[in-house]
């Protein structure tokens, strides 16, 4: 269970990259982020994409969102192609500024609502509270983003990304930017909101302890270009879990995987 | 805009405070006000030439009778109504051409030439020409005053459009915004401190146009107004009335300036923490 895992085909994806490649046009001609990278995700797990900076985990996020486009390979949400944004994929930043400042934390959580325009104004209403109460931000509720800390106004964010019936959340570091304190806080709330709801969440980051609590399933990537290294099967570890024996191992193993590539070979085989 | 964040934490003593605070900025610009006029006073009554430079008191006395029996605020309104017209017009026209240039770099690229062109040069060069083809009337002033604040605004807002936060037009985009929504619901609101300076740039210069055009050529609707009732009283040596017509310029650009764009940015921009 440890040792990297094949990736299996589940019965029924719910989004899914297969063979993505990505260049953009840089300064000095065209880099190439992202090279034949494939997963699969099945409905209520969670990928999180894990490397170093530079290896294209935040690229990859952006083509599933769809607002980059990729040279080469297809993102399919349920089985569609996606050709671009849409508010199937709701994204949470990392950026602060991502909360509309002339919006109220309700307008804010209201608005992907109100721009599919499928719901009445009492459901969107409900919708909008119950996702607020959810992440804790009930008393916040009528503030505008500035006057808020930095969790409360990503906790916000992530209640605008709960209230959509998007197939998928797509989350962008979204806990780098706070203090440890907080981090840890958001991270167990997102934890404890996903065993209550079950989404399914494509979870990038760069830190091993939160790929590994966060996630069902990790997967590395290299830098220059991104490539995948390996996948690990980590569904098992929650809080309870945190800095326990098979933590540390796993821990220190996609520590090694990432760090030291000239150990990669050996590691790979040996099964712990 | 420190009002609001500071609220939650001081309850109590803090809107007595801050109603202190406000009424003594105002005291202090009322007291600027006072000490200009004062020194105006003093030096008009020195020079003791009240045909050339005549008193604070004698000025506004002159305003106070060409208001009741000159229909000077008539007249007055009617140069406002001829500016509101063009105003509106010009930021409408603005907003379209500026929206277009976001969404196509060759509309962009023209933009930016036109602008590059038509901004330094003066509304009222135009006015001749205006009056040449559209003749002597409210269509004249209409294009001068187009001219005036179509340019200075457009690359206000322009700038405002280009410099909204990545974030923010991902989460538009992220919500299926496209076209004149995602202009409406994220770039405007998002640029809307550039906007708000740009509208008071585009006031001033129509304002400033408009008094011009009135003044030197005359033309204006059918009451006559403000700029022409200043030329009309050079003209017979009221001077009085001259200073009493300038200093009603100067009162309805206060006006504008400190009630109704603070008005504004209060209700705006300085309560979503977007400007200070």
């Known amino acids: 269970m440890l040792a990297p895992v094949e990736t299996q085909p589940s019965r029924?994806?719910?989004?899914?990259?297969?063979?993505?490649?990505?260049?953009?046009?840089?300064?000095?001609?065209?880099?190439?982020a992202v090279e034949?990278?494939?997963?699969?995700?099945?409905?209520?797990?969670?990928?999180?994409?894990?490397?170093?900076?530079?290896?294209?985990k935040s690229t990859i996020l952006k083509a599933v969102a769809g607002f980059i486009k990729p040279s080469s390979g297809q993102v399919a949400v349920r089985g569609r192609p996606v050709h671009g944004p849409g508010p199937d994929r709701i994204v949470v930043f990392q950026e602060f500024d991502q909360l509309l400042p002339w919006k109220t934390v309700r307008?804010?959580?209201?608005?992907?609502?109100?721009?599919?325009?499928?719901?009445?104004?009492?459901?969107?209403?409900?919708?909008?509270?119950?996702?607020?109460?959810k992440v804790g931000l009930s008393r916040a509720i009528d503030a505008y983003p500035h006057t808020l800390s930095g969790g409360m106004k990503q906790r916000a964010a992530i209640a605008r990304a709960l209230v959509t019936d998007a197939d998928v959340l797509l989350m962008d570091e979204p806990f780098a930017a706070l203090d440890a304190l907080t981090r840890k806080q958001l991270q167990q709330d997102l934890l404890?909101?996903?065993?209550?709801?079950?989404?399914?969440?494509?979870?990038?980051?760069?830190?091993?302890?939160?790929?590994?609590?966060?996630?069902?399933?990790?997967?590395?990537?290299?830098?220059?270009?991104?490539?995948?290294?390996?996948?690990?099967?980590?569904?098992?570890?929650?809080?309870?879990?945190?800095?326990?024996?098979?933590?540390?191992?796993?821990?220190?193993?996609?520590?090694?995987?990432?760090f030291k590539p000239q150990a990669q070979a050996g590691k790979e085989l040996a099964h712990v | 805009m420190s009002s609001v964040t500071s609220e939650t934490n001081v309850a109590g003593g803090f809107p007595r405070l801050a109603a202190g605070l406000w009424k003594s900025a105002f005291l202090r610009k009322t007291l600027i006000l006072v000490v200009l006029a004062l020194v105006w006073q003093v030096s008009a009554q020195i020079s003791a030439k009240p045909i050339l430079f005549?008193?604070?008191?004698?000025?506004?006395?002159?305003?106070?009778?060409?208001?009741?029996?000159?229909?000077?605020?008539?007249?007055?309104?009617?140069?406002?109504?001829?500016?509101?017209?063009?105003?509106?017009?010009?930021?409408?026209?603005?907003?379209?051409?500026?929206?277009?240039?976001?969404?196509?770099?060759?509309?962009?690229?023209?933009?930016?030439?036109?602008?590059?062109?038509?901004?330094?040069?003066?509304?009222?060069a135009l006015l001749p020409l205006?009056?040449?083809?559209?003749?002597?009337?409210?269509?004249?002033?209409?294009?001068?005053?187009?001219?005036?604040?179509?340019?200075?605004?457009?690359?206000?807002?322009?700038?405002?459009?280009?410099?909204?936060p990545e974030t923010q037009r991902l989460v538009g985009r992220n919500y299926g915004l496209k076209g004149p929504s995602y202009v409406l619901r994220i770039l405007i609101p998002a640029a809307l401190p550039s906007i708000l300076y740009g509208l008071k740039i585009g006031w001033a210069f129509a304002w400033r146009t408009l008094i011009a055009a009135e003044l030197v050529f005359?033309?204006?609707?059918?009451?006559?107004?403000?700029?022409?009732?200043?030329?009309?009283?050079?003209?017979?040596l009221f001077t009085d009335k001259v200073f009493a017509g300038l200093a009603l310029v100067i009162i309805i650009g206060l006006i504008v300036e400190g009630v109704i764009f603070r008005l504004a940015e209060r209700m705006t921009v300085r309560r979503w923490g977007m400007q200070r």
């Not at chain 1, 209201?110 to 409900?126: G, H, Q, V």
């Not at chain 2, 009337?137 to 405002?160: D, I």
């Open chain 1, 36 to 56: 034949d990278v494939s997963f699969e995700v099945g409905e209520g797990e969670r990928l999180v994409l894990l490397g170093p900076s530079g290896c294209g």
């Open chain 2, 54 to 124: 005549p008193t604070f008191t004698a000025t506004m006395s002159a305003l106070w009778n060409a208001i009741l029996n000159e229909n000077l605020l008539l007249s007055t309104w009617g140069s406002l109504s001829v500016l509101l017209k063009g105003y509106v017009l010009a930021v409408i026209l603005a907003l379209i051409i500026v929206s277009a240039a976001v969404a196509n770099s060759i509309v962009r690229e023209a933009l930016q030439s036109l602008i590059a062109m038509f901004n330094p040069l003066p509304a009222i």
């Open chain 1, 107 to 133: 307008q804010n959580v209201e608005f992907p609502l109100r721009m599919s325009r499928r719901l009445d104004k009492a459901e969107i209403r409900a919708r909008t509270e119950t996702a607020l109460r």
């Open chain 2, 218 to 236: 005359g033309v204006s609707s059918s009451s006559g107004g403000l700029g022409w009732f200043i030329f009309r009283n050079r003209n017979e």
């Open chain 1, 12 to 32: 029924e994806a719910v989004f899914s990259a297969r063979n993505l490649s990505i260049a953009y046009h840089g300064d000095r001609g065209v880099v190439q």
């Open chain 1, 192 to 258: 404890a909101l996903a065993e209550e709801i079950g989404f399914t969440l494509l979870f990038v980051t760069h830190s091993i302890e939160e790929a590994i609590l966060v996630g069902t399933r990790l997967h590395l990537l290299s830098a220059h270009p991104g490539r995948t290294i390996a996948t690990f099967d980590t569904r098992e570890f929650g809080w309870e879990q945190y800095g326990n024996r098979r933590f540390e191992k796993v821990s220190s193993e996609v520590h090694d995987l990432l």
């Open chain 2, 130 to 164: 205006a009056m040449l083809w559209f003749g002597l009337g409210e269509t004249s002033l209409l294009v001068v005053l187009v001219h005036a604040v179509l340019w200075p605004f457009a690359l206000a807002t322009l700038s405002g459009f280009d410099g909204v």
